[in-house]
């Protein structure tokens, strides 16, 4: 695969070719993630890209990938004025899970020190007790499951603009929603479908709802046929 030459990503014009360059793809290079994406969402920096939807969407689905390793093979990137960055060594690691804070632990050893644990408890430690455990059942039931949902996403022929379709899937935005990658499969007679990922809280996204009332309802229908759940895997 050749090296993907892109512009100077400082400049407002070299930003717009970014977007026009992102128009026609879900990634830098290939039909997968891959690392040469990491060196250019590292390129972007601070850059403002809000009024640049492809950019604004390629950037959203980078970020929730950054945890895991890229499939995708890689090619290089070359920007102006500079070697073509090879990125075939790069390594994406997860930041550190977050340590339980001290204040939570000395906490936990005072209420400790405050039994008896040598004679009967009293009323007021029997309550004590079932207080902690109820408020640990609740903090247990505040911790929203999530799921892993994949999509199929159907076109009405095939003069659909399938980049189009995935823009009008993308733009539903509700807390608990998270688009992932996609790519376009051959369905046939020149048709494609469209699988796209996503990542939902459960408490706070109904699949069904999402398909019923946002996907295949206007504006969007003018693009979307229809949509199956092909898979549903709780995270």
Same mark, same amino acid.
């Given at each position: 695969?050749?090296? /993907?030459?892109?512009?100077?990503?400082?400049?407002?014009?070299?930003?717009?070719?970014?977007?026009?360059?992102?128009?026609?793809?879900?990634?830098?290079?290939?039909?997968?993630?891959?690392?040469?994406?990491?060196?250019?969402?590292?390129?972007?920096?601070?850059?403002?890209?809000?009024?640049?939807?492809?950019?604004?969407?390629?950037?959203?689905?980078?970020?929730?990938?950054?945890?895991?390793?890229?499939?995708?093979?890689?090619?290089?990137?070359?920007?102006?004025?500079?070697?073509?960055?090879?990125?075939?060594?790069?390594?994406?690691?997860?930041?550190?899970?977050?340590?339980?804070?001290?204040?939570?632990?000395?906490?936990?050893?005072?209420?400790?020190?405050?039994?008896?644990?040598?004679?009967?408890?009293?009323?007021?430690?029997?309550?004590?007790?079932?207080?902690?455990?109820?408020?640990?059942?609740?903090?247990?039931?505040?911790?929203?499951?999530?799921?892993?949902?994949?999509?199929?996403?159907?076109?009405?022929?095939?003069?659909?603009?399938?980049?189009?379709?995935?823009?009008?899937?993308?733009?539903?935005?509700?807390?608990?929603?998270?688009?992932?990658?996609?790519?376009?499969?051959?369905?046939?007679?020149?048709?494609?479908?469209?699988?796209?990922?996503?990542?939902?809280?459960?408490?706070?996204?109904? /699949?069904?709802?999402?398909?019923?009332?946002?996907?295949?309802?206007?504006?969007?229908?003018?693009?979307?046929?229809?949509?199956?759940?092909?898979?549903?895997?709780?995270?």
């Amino acid at each position: 695969m050749a090296v /993907v030459e892109l512009p100077d990503l400082s400049s407002p014009s070299g930003l717009k070719e970014l977007d026009e360059f992102l128009s026609s793809r879900t990634y830098v290079s290939g039909d997968e993630p891959s690392k040469d994406d990491a060196v250019v969402l590292s390129a972007l920096g601070d850059s403002c890209i809000n009024e640049l939807g492809n950019v604004t969407r390629w950037q959203s689905n980078i970020v929730a990938l950054l945890q895991k390793h890229f499939p995708g093979s890689s090619c290089g990137v070359k920007f102006p004025g500079s070697p073509a960055v090879q990125t075939r060594e790069l390594t994406v690691d997860a930041p550190p899970a977050p340590e339980t804070p001290p204040a939570t632990e000395e906490k936990a050893e005072e209420d400790d020190d405050d039994l008896d644990l040598f004679g009967e408890e009293t009323e007021e430690e029997k309550k004590a007790v079932a207080e902690r455990e109820a408020q640990k059942a609740s903090a247990k039931k505040k911790e929203s499951g999530k799921s892993s949902v994949l999509l199929d996403v159907k076109p009405w022929d095939d003069e659909t603009d399938m980049v189009k379709l995935e823009e009008a899937v993308r733009s539903v935005s509700m807390p608990g929603l998270l688009w992932g990658a996609s790519k376009l499969q051959p369905v046939g007679y020149g048709i494609k479908k469209l699988q796209i990922m996503m990542t939902i809280v459960d408490d706070l996204v109904s /699949v069904d709802n999402l398909i019923e009332e946002y996907l295949t309802e206007e504006p969007r229908n003018e693009y979307i046929q229809s949509c199956d759940i092909v898979a549903f895997n709780k995270i």
